[in-house]
């Protein structure tokens, strides 16, 4: 039997596991890898930095990163699944190329599954499942696979990560139980609400339908952003400055182990010292003010619309919230103790687990790849650009909405495709993938570091949220109907069905309206999410 591994690719950590007959089993990776443990409450987990650091004629990846100190580095790479999933801009200068967040997050993983193909000896078929945000938009998926691709991996599944930890947290799922899965990691809030089917309808093994789900762009690294304009401004100081900007990476580091110390701790302190003039920035503080930090910054308010919006589409399914029968919490940011104290608010102490944070995901991977399988349905909104003829302005028709079961058991659109010009040949339509930004934050930040490796907090007005959120699906092949022969401006020539397959593929089905002929059926044009 092939290896079926679970990668959980994380902003923060990154944790494999292996799939052990019976569930999944987190995996050590020596040199890259360390056990983490941010609470003392908790049993250490075998994890990998989200680390790379570039030397001229190398690199140091994870754990390597840490044991040479070199975190605050301005040639380490931190972060890099959040700036990949936001299509941000931010590079590293190395000597004198830029290396952006994809470059180097495909250098991480290259690194650590090439390591792990050497540790345990995989075989070619060996199986992989990848871990996606349950708001992860098509460039980040294709990012994703194409990196893992590289690696020597042929046999791979994608899985929304709340569905991941849902199977991975290690207690007993039961026929018609509901669970919530609350994931609070690095980079991104998901939230996902799940139903545990019959055991007779199972394919293999156990399986899960996913109710309601719904995410945000919210993370510990925001908060480590928050912390770190707070420090600024008690000792009135700007970003700006030269002395800030000379150690404003080591601050950054500071700010984050502030917000792991105050987790389990009353207060915590940093203290960072210019390593030229001496000159030393201090801070200290107390649980009670983090929280208002938080509360001052939305936090709360995110996360509780963030579970209202899973809520209303599990309820408008049938299932409202008091059949929830558990609260799975996972990522690392779920350690912060108000964050659980808002959860458990909601649905009360009894219901809320916290045993699994840091390693559920991965080990649910492993666990679907071995044929545990979820029901699911379509994430985002997906729609045909046509240009108005009034106006001159593109405009969106959407032909798949948010919330559609797949597979479909009829088309979820028809459309008549006419030619745009006389003696057109080739017609296609082209796809998009639309995001909601109504749910994003009305005041939204980015850290960034500048060329020289200075952070910067940066605002994201709602028009880069809206074209960040805006993938042009079929880009590079949008025609994909040949008109023999060429058609006059104007002619219906084909009309097109549009469905979903088992595999959340788009497929359609055209019939040539001048010849009735069936030249397409359920042709695979861009797989969904």
């Given at each position: 039997?092939?290896?079926?591994?679970?990668?959980?690719?994380?902003?923060?950590?990154?944790?494999?596991?292996?799939?052990?007959?019976?569930?999944?089993?987190?995996?050590?990776?020596?040199?890259?890898?360390?056990?983490?443990?941010?609470?003392?409450?908790?049993?250490?987990?075998?994890?990998?930095?989200?680390?790379?650091?570039?030397?001229?004629?190398?690199?140091?990846?994870?754990?390597?990163?840490?044991?040479?100190?070199?975190?605050?580095?301005?040639?380490?790479?931190?972060?890099?699944?959040?700036?990949?999933?936001?299509?941000?801009?931010?590079?590293?200068?190395?000597?004198?190329?830029?290396?952006?967040?994809?470059?180097?997050?495909?250098?991480?993983?290259?690194?650590?599954?090439?390591?792990?193909?050497?540790?345990?000896?995989?075989?070619?078929?060996?199986?992989?499942?990848?871990?996606?945000?349950?708001?992860?938009?098509?460039?980040?998926?294709?990012?994703l696979l194409e990196t893992v691709q590289a690696a020597g991996f042929e046999r791979i599944r994608l899985i929304d990560e709340p569905s991941a930890a849902a199977l991975g947290y290690g207690i007993t799922l039961h026929p018609n139980d509901v669970y919530?899965?609350?994931?609070?990691?690095?980079?991104?809030?998901?939230?996902?609400?799940?139903?545990?089917?019959?055991?007779?309808?199972?394919?293999?093994?156990?399986?899960?339908?996913?109710?309601?789900?719904?995410?945000?762009?919210?993370?510990?690294?925001?908060?480590?952003?928050?912390?770190?304009?707070?420090?600024?401004?008690?000792n009135q100081r700007s970003e700006h400055d030269e002395h800030i900007r000379a150690i404003s990476r080591l601050l950054l580091t500071e700010c984050e182990r502030v917000k792991e110390q105050l987790s389990f701790r009353e207060r915590a302190t940093l203290?960072?010292?210019?390593?030229?003039?001496?000159?030393?920035?201090?801070?200290?503080?107390?649980?009670?003010?983090?929280?208002?930090?938080?509360?001052?910054?939305?936090?709360?308010?995110?996360?509780?619309?963030?579970?209202?919006?899973?809520?209303?589409?599990?309820?408008?399914?049938?299932?409202?919230?008091?059949?929830?029968?558990?609260?799975?919490?996972?990522?690392?940011?779920?350690?912060?103790?108000?964050?659980?104290?808002?959860?458990?608010?909601?649905?009360?102490?009894?219901?809320?687990?916290?045993?699994?944070?840091?390693?559920?995901?991965?080990?649910?991977?492993?666990?679907?790849?071995?044929?545990?399988?979820?029901?699911?349905?379509?994430?985002?909104?997906?729609?045909?650009?046509?240009?108005?003829?009034?106006?001159?302005?593109?405009?969106?028709?959407?032909?798949?909405?948010?919330?559609?079961?797949?597979?479909?058991?009829?088309?979820?659109?028809?459309?008549?495709?006419?030619?745009?010009?006389?003696?057109?040949?080739?017609?296609?339509?082209?796809?998009?993938?639309?995001?909601?930004?109504?749910?994003?934050?009305?005041?939204?930040?980015?850290?960034?570091?500048?060329?020289?490796?200075?952070?910067?907090?940066?605002?994201?007005?709602?028009?880069?949220?809206?074209?960040?959120?805006?993938?042009?699906?079929?880009?590079?092949?949008?025609?994909?109907?040949?008109?023999?022969?060429?058609?006059?401006?104007?002619?219906?020539?084909?009309?097109?069905?549009?469905?979903?397959?088992?595999?959340?593929?788009?497929?359609?089905?055209?019939?040539?309206?001048?010849?009735?002929?069936?030249?397409?059926?359920?042709?695979?044009?861009?797989?969904?999410?």
């Amino acid at each position: 039997m092939s290896t079926l591994v679970g990668l959980d690719f994380g902003t923060s950590n990154t944790v494999i596991a292996l799939w052990n007959g019976f569930e999944g089993e987190t995996l050590y990776l020596p040199d890259y890898g360390r056990f983490y443990a941010p609470d003392p409450n908790f049993t250490a987990t075998p994890s990998i930095p989200s680390l790379i650091h570039y030397e001229p004629n190398r690199q140091w990846i994870g754990n390597q990163v840490l044991q040479r100190n070199l975190y605050e580095s301005p040639r380490t790479f931190r972060w890099m699944k959040r700036y990949i999933a936001q299509r941000s801009p931010r590079t590293l200068q190395v000597e004198g190329r830029a290396i952006s967040a994809a470059e180097a997050g495909r250098d991480f993983l290259l690194a650590v599954l090439t390591a792990l193909r050497v540790e345990r000896n995989l075989a070619s078929d060996a199986q992989l499942a990848c871990c996606t945000p349950v708001e992860a938009f098509e460039h980040y998926e294709n990012w994703l696979l194409e990196t893992v691709q590289a690696a020597g991996f042929e046999r791979i599944r994608l899985i929304d990560e709340p569905s991941a930890a849902a199977l991975g947290y290690g207690i007993t799922l039961h026929p018609n139980d509901v669970y919530m899965v609350f994931d609070f990691g690095g980079g991104t809030l998901d939230v996902a609400i799940l139903l545990v089917e019959e055991a007779h309808t199972a394919a293999q093994g156990q399986r899960c339908r996913v109710l309601g789900k719904a995410g945000t762009e919210l993370g510990g690294a925001t908060i480590d952003g928050w912390l770190y304009q707070a420090v600024l401004q008690r000792n009135q100081r700007s970003e700006h400055d030269e002395h800030i900007r000379a150690i404003s990476r080591l601050l950054l580091t500071e700010c984050e182990r502030v917000k792991e110390q105050l987790s389990f701790r009353e207060r915590a302190t940093l203290s960072v010292m210019h390593p030229r003039t001496g000159e030393v920035l201090e801070a200290e503080f107390t649980r009670a003010e983090f929280e208002a930090l938080l509360d001052e910054h939305g936090a709360y308010t995110q996360i509780h619309r963030t579970i209202q919006r899973a809520l209303t589409d599990a309820y408008e399914r049938g299932y409202p919230e008091t059949s929830i029968r558990a609260v799975l919490m996972v990522g690392g940011s779920s350690l912060i103790p108000s964050v659980q104290q808002t959860v458990q608010r909601l649905f009360g102490r009894e219901r809320v687990y916290l045993q699994r944070p840091l390693d559920a995901v991965a080990r649910g991977a492993a666990a679907f790849i071995a044929g545990v399988d979820f029901y699911d349905y379509i994430q985002h909104d997906y729609a045909i650009r046509h240009r108005n003829m009034h106006t001159g302005e593109y405009e969106y028709l959407t032909i798949v909405p948010r919330g559609t079961p797949y597979p479909t058991r009829e088309p979820v659109r028809r459309l008549v495709i006419k030619a745009t010009h006389t003696g057109q040949t080739r017609m296609g339509i082209d796809i998009f993938e639309l995001g909601d930004v109504s749910h994003s934050p009305a005041a939204a930040i980015e850290l960034v570091f500048d060329p020289a490796g200075a952070a910067r907090v940066l605002p994201v007005d709602h028009e880069q949220l809206r074209e960040r959120r805006l993938f042009w699906m079929n880009e590079h092949a949008p025609t994909f109907l040949t008109a023999e022969p060429p058609a006059q401006r104007g002619e219906p020539c084909f009309e097109v069905a549009f469905s979903v397959d088992a595999n959340k593929r788009l497929v359609i089905t055209a019939r040539d309206l001048r010849t009735m002929r069936l030249v397409l059926e359920n042709h695979p044009v861009v797989r969904l999410e």
